[in-house]
């Protein structure tokens, strides 16, 4: 039996095509990765909001989100949300709002997609029974910025919506 084996022109048609295949795939594949870790975070923002809006109904005590560093303050102007967000019990009511030790942790999530997530609130504060919580638009932008920004927007009544644009307006990320 003789053996056969591969010539040299072959082997360059055959790598040749697997390199312009793996050509077209890798930006396919780099959107979908872009794409599930903003949906990653998103839901994340969107599942936290969930949790206080019904902690507080469970607890009849305000429940806060705020962004933090650390998860024992919540920070100002000085930070955003991609530094983390956490929700906690506010059980002394002071203002400005912050987390006392003894005030339990319910959520704390410190983002990891690489992108940055601004808010028009510093806080949101959900509050039991019929009363108005805190309201306001949280956008998620990554490196492709406003093409692909995605914003929870939270309602009076503490209800998130994911979208894509702003109301009446395209969503901007910052510079």
């Given at each position: 039996?003789?053996?056969?084996?591969?010539?040299?022109?072959?082997?360059?048609?055959?790598?040749?095509?697997?390199?312009?295949?793996?050509?077209?795939?890798?930006?396919?594949?780099?959107?979908?990765?872009?794409?599930?870790?903003?949906?990653?975070?998103?839901?994340?923002?969107?599942?936290?909001?969930?949790?206080?809006?019904?902690?507080?109904?469970?607890?009849?005590?305000?429940?806060?989100?705020?962004?933090?560093?650390?998860?024992?303050?919540?920070?100002?102007?000085?930070?955003?949300?991609?530094?983390?967000?956490?929700?906690?019990?506010?059980?002394?009511?002071e203002k400005p709002v912050s987390r006392s030790?003894?005030?339990?942790?319910?959520?704390?999530?410190?983002?990891?997609?690489?992108?940055?997530?601004?808010?028009?609130?510093?806080?949101?504060?959900?509050?039991?029974?019929?009363?108005?919580?805190?309201?306001?638009?949280?956008?998620?932008?990554?490196?492709?910025?406003?093409?692909?920004?995605?914003?929870?927007?939270?309602?009076?009544?503490?209800?998130?919506?994911?979208?894509?644009?702003?109301?009446?307006?395209?969503?901007?990320?910052?510079?």
């Amino acid at each position: 039996m003789s053996q056969r084996g591969h010539t040299l022109p072959e082997l360059a048609a055959a790598l040749t095509v697997a390199a312009i295949l793996v050509g077209l795939a890798v930006p396919g594949f780099e959107r979908f990765l872009l794409d599930s870790r903003l949906t990653a975070e998103v839901n994340a923002f969107v599942g936290a909001v969930q949790r206080a809006r019904s902690e507080a109904a469970k607890r009849a005590r305000p429940i806060v989100l705020c962004k933090t560093v650390d998860f024992e303050r919540c920070g100002g102007s000085d930070i955003d949300y991609h530094a983390g967000w956490m929700v906690f019990v506010d059980q002394d009511g002071e203002k400005p709002v912050s987390r006392s030790p003894d005030e339990p942790l319910i959520v704390a999530h410190r983002p990891t997609f690489g992108g940055t997530i601004s808010a028009n609130r510093a806080l949101f504060e959900f509050r039991p029974f019929r009363t108005r919580s805190t309201n306001g638009t949280v956008t998620f932008c990554d490196r492709r910025g406003e093409v692909s920004a995605r914003a929870v927007i939270v309602s009076y009544t503490g209800r998130p919506r994911v979208a894509t644009h702003g109301p009446g307006r395209p969503l901007t990320c910052p510079g």
